[in-house]
């Protein structure tokens, strides 16, 4: 969870991280300025504006200089400066940084992995009502990371987000009543859960719905109903509906088996970087599904998902390497 940031966070679009309650006035020109150009992918300008607005003491500028930094955007890839820009912004009360304080603390990123410490910026966060911090408590006692594993305080934390209106948190409570972790699994609530969440446009809300149809958990098993929820929640951007509407039309389930298609799909999420997604076209290229016969291609591709840990993807380049 660490590294997945939540709906509209930041993960490859910094632009489009949560508003901090910092009121943006008339003197903020310069920082709307930066994230018409993040939306567009402009990171280089977007920085220049950015440093402009946290000169004038804007802590979501900061904070966004940090993302840039954190994940080398129109930058070199710094975590040492994302931690010093994260720390301005927090000592100006910007709650997102305290959470992206404990992120990096939390992941080891410029600096030693401590869950103590994560925890620590993720209750000054949460202190102030900031959601984030809240889920990522819920995390971190759902895990055990810092603390002893406690479903019951993850629960907690995670009903005290949604409370504040986290659609995430809706969503980490149907995973627990789905997997029955402190409470009984209960397949019911665990979907009640989830479209609640995708009522309000959650698309993780919108996959697990899919998932539920695909596999019949809790209702019948609906492939038309799947694929119909699956192509809501990659509309809204999920790169795992995308690569289950991919594995559907590889195999044939629910729909007409049509390997282009399933290319199609795998290529999008392999853009957002999803590894099954990159597992898959190796796949294909290496069974020439859809495509000629290519192994070239096909340990690319599998070599892309087996550096990102993809266990599958490792057997299957040994498997090639043997033959």
Sequence with gaps: MFALQVNQAIAGAPAS??????????????????????????????I??????AAAGNSSAMTRIGLLYQYGLGVTQDYSKAMAWYQKAA???????????GDLYGQGLGVTKDYVQ??????????????????????????????????????????????????DAMCFIGELYGQGLGVPQ?????MAWYQKAALAGNPTGMFRI????Q???GVPRDSQQALAWYHKAAAAGNPLAMVQIGRMYQSGNGVTQDYQQAMAWFQKAAALGNNNAMLGIGLLYEHG???????????????????????????????????
């Design 17 to 46: 991280f949560p508003p901090t309650t910092q009121p943006i006035g008339p003197d903020d020109a310069d920082y709307q300025l930066g994230l018409q150009a993040g939306r567009k992918q402009n990171y280089i300008q977007a």
């Design 48 to 53: 220049d504006y950015y440093q402009k607005a």
């Design 91 to 101: 000592a100006h009360g910007n709650t997102y940084a305290m959470c992206f304080i």
């Design 118 to 167: 994560a925890m620590t910026w993720f209750q000054k966060a949460a202190e102030a009502r900031n959601t984030l911090g809240m889920l990522r408590i819920g995390w971190l006692y759902q895990s055990g990371h810092g603390v002893v594993q406690d479903y019951h305080q993850a629960m907690t934390w995670y009903q005290k987000a949604q409370a504040y209106g986290s659609t």
């Design 186 to 190: 209960d397949f019911q609530k665990a």
């Design 210 to 213: 899919g998932w539920f149809y």
């Design 215 to 217: 596999f019949g958990r």
């Design 289 to 323: 599904n859809g495509v000629p016969v290519d192994l070239d291609k096909a340990r690319e591709w599998l070599e892309k998902s087996a550096k990102l840990g993809n266990m599958l993807a490792k057997n299957e380049l040994a498997k090639l390497s043997n033959e």
